[in-house]
């Protein structure tokens, strides 16, 4: 049996990152009054999503500078 905890931690850890993240990139517009958030997350996976490229690599170049 594995640790209890660590899902939690991982879990907590992700959402810091991610909601540091999202601040770098508005709602992307899908069209009809429709948004989606720039990120969206599932376990260990994110998905980008950002309607022009440059907001694109602000947001990779936010998520480098949270990990380092």
Do not use: H, Q, W
């Amino acid at each position: 049996m594995g640790c209890t905890i660590s899902p939690i931690l991982f879990f907590m850890a992700m959402e810091v990152i991610l909601k540091a993240a999202e601040d770098s990139a508005g709602p992307t517009n899908l069209g009809g009054g429709c948004y989606m958030p720039p990120l969206k997350a599932f376990m260990d996976d994110i998905t980008i999503i950002c309607s022009k490229e440059d907001e694109t690599r602000r947001m990779l170049e936010r998520f480098d500078a949270l990990m380092t």
